[in-house]
């Protein structure tokens, strides 16, 4: 660090002397005083003070030349003591009644920045961020990484079946693939269809004999022929083998919108 911030530094560390959370630190009798920033590689923070838990504290000439966003220094470049001596690794406060971690730290429980203080930071290519032990983190993508696009772009020039492996990990992925979708949307298309053959036009509230009335009826038919019709136009989905589909989604497709324009004057 430069000589200012290294006088500023030592003050600091002795007026905590006594004070100073025992599993944060041991107070220090120095601080490492390094002349020449440029030579000193994030690299080599890492090894001799990050992994051994070394107390350091730097200006923004090293952290600048480092490209990742801390907030290990102010504005001014003067060394974020407030910040730096923050008790991490309570995660533990985090965990429910089973012992489990929350699956999304955004959710509306954990908003509150006292109770769950949050540190945000955005790693942009080509860097590295450390997470210590006993710190909950989770990771979100601003854009889809361009590895895995070239990595999809091998795979599907080289695999003739690459839609049907496309297929097994939405399944893996999602619980569901093109084909159950399909099949989920015709249960329901043709329960509906049976029920709107089967209620009189004068039936337009609930009854129990069908559990759903004309009205609801041709709610639930307009909405499946919404899904589907954006189902058999999509790319993904005309890739899939549909001969053993019966009725075929297009056939489907269209008895729906028959029975909407044969209920439309209702």
């Known amino acids: 660090m430069d000589r200012e911030t290294r006088v500023f530094a030592e003050s600091h560390f002795r007026g905590l002397r006594g004070r100073l959370p025992s599993k944060v630190c041991p107070t220090p ?7 020449k920033p440029d030579s000193f590689s994030y690299t080599d923070f890492f090894k001799s003070y990050l992994l051994p838990n070394v107390p350091c504290v730097f200006s923004s000439a090293f952290t600048e030349d480092w490209g990742s966003r801390k907030h290990w220094v102010t504005p001014s470049g003067k060394p974020d003591f407030d910040y730096l001596l923050q008790n991490y690794g309570q995660e533990e406060a985090l965990r429910d009644c089973h012992g489990g971690l929350p699956y999304d730290v955004t959710a509306p429980e954990f908003l509150d920045s006292h109770l769950h203080p949050v540190l945000e930071v955005t790693q942009e290519a080509g860097e590295m961020v450390f997470v210590p032990s006993g710190w909950h983190h989770q ?3 601003l854009q889809e990484l361009c590895a895995v696009q070239q990595e999809v772009s091998e795979w599907r020039d080289t695999m003739p079946d690459w839609h049907h492996h496309c297929q097994v990990i939405m399944k893996s992925c999602s619980g569901i693939n093109f084909e159950e979708f399909y099949q989920f949307l015709k249960v329901i298309a043709e329960r509906r269809l049976l029920l709107v053959k089967k209620i009189g036009p004068g039936e337009l509230q609930c009854s129990e004999d069908f559990g759903l009335g004309l009205q609801h009826t041709i709610f639930d038919i307009s909405r499946i022929a919404e899904v589907l019709a954006s189902v058999v136009v999509n790319p993904d989905f005309q890739r899939v083998d549909t001969s053993r589909f019966l009725p075929q ?18």
Request: net charge negative.
């Open 249 to 266: 989604p297009e056939d489907l497709l269209q008895q729906l919108q028959e029975a909407l324009a044969t209920t439309e004057p209702l």
């Open 139 to 141: 990771v979100h993508n």
């Open 29 to 35: 009798d120095r601080v490492d005083f390094i002349e």
